[in-house]
């Protein structure tokens, strides 16, 4: 168990839905990060927030959104779905003190499938 | 634009044997790699890393090697065993404020017993 909890672990859905992925960071961490993980891709960055603050974007859609709440958990949503959608969404944690290296604690993802 | 990039999509080596994983990057700002490996159904765990102003990193079985000059990286597993059979992602990032890592698509490991 890292200590990041994503939820749910799978998702299935319709084209043109709207869906929820929540994640918990690992106790102390005040950094979030999100990314995409599509068949035959890497780990693509969505964005970052940093104590309820989005700190960096990167590839996320206009249909997609997220934000960190004050208890630090985050919540990415994913709207108009499209059968490119369907991917592995890691959520990701750090202490992000915003000096030294970054080094990301993963959790087990959130598997969505759209159809 | 893959800033970083891992051209061999698997790899496939002997028990007990030396695995090798490559990666190059582009960006010549990046000043901190980090490996990570990933099992199915799990996500990615940090396994190794190394900061630019190094050029080799050990760590038990699992030494990482930098070549700056070339803008590459390599990841050596010895000796090598069944349970490292993963998916290894090779990820860079520049220290300090913003430092989202940026990864590479991962290489597929298999050890054969």
């Known amino acids: 168990d890292s200590g990041v909890t994503q939820t749910p672990k799978h998702l299935i859905t319709a084209t043109g839905q709207r869906v929820t992925l929540r994640c918990s960071p690992r106790s102390g961490d005040l950094s979030v990060y999100w990314y995409q993980q599509s068949l035959d891709q890497g780990l693509q960055f969505l964005i970052q927030y940093y104590n309820g603050e989005e700190r960096a974007k990167g590839n996320i859609l206009e249909r997609f959104s997220a934000q960190q709440f004050p208890d630090l958990h985050s919540e990415l949503n994913l709207s108009s779905l499209e059968l490119g959608d369907s991917a592995l969404y890691f959520c990701?944690?750090?202490?992000?003190?915003?000096?030294?290296?970054?080094?990301?604690?993963f959790g087990a993802g959130s598997r969505l499938t759209v159809l | 634009d893959q800033q970083v990039k891992q051209n061999s999509p698997s790899l496939s080596v002997q028990e007990g044997r030396i695995s090798i994983l490559n990666c190059d990057y582009t960006?010549?700002?990046?000043?901190?790699f980090l490996w990570y490996k990933k099992y199915p159904a799990e996500g990615p765990t940090f396994l190794i890393s190394i900061s630019s102003i190094k050029d080799k990193n050990e760590d038990g079985r699992f030494t990482v090697f930098l070549n700056k000059s070339a803008k590459h990286l390599s990841l050596h597993i010895v000796p090598s065993q069944p349970g490292d059979s993963a998916v290894y992602f090779c990820a860079a990032t520049l220290t300090g404020a913003n430092s989202k890592l940026t990864f590479g698509k991962g290489i597929t490991l298999s050890v054969r017993p």
């Open positions: 990701a944690s750090s202490p992000h003190t915003g000096t030294g290296a970054n080094v990301l604690t």
């Open positions: 960006n010549s700002m990046f000043d901190y």
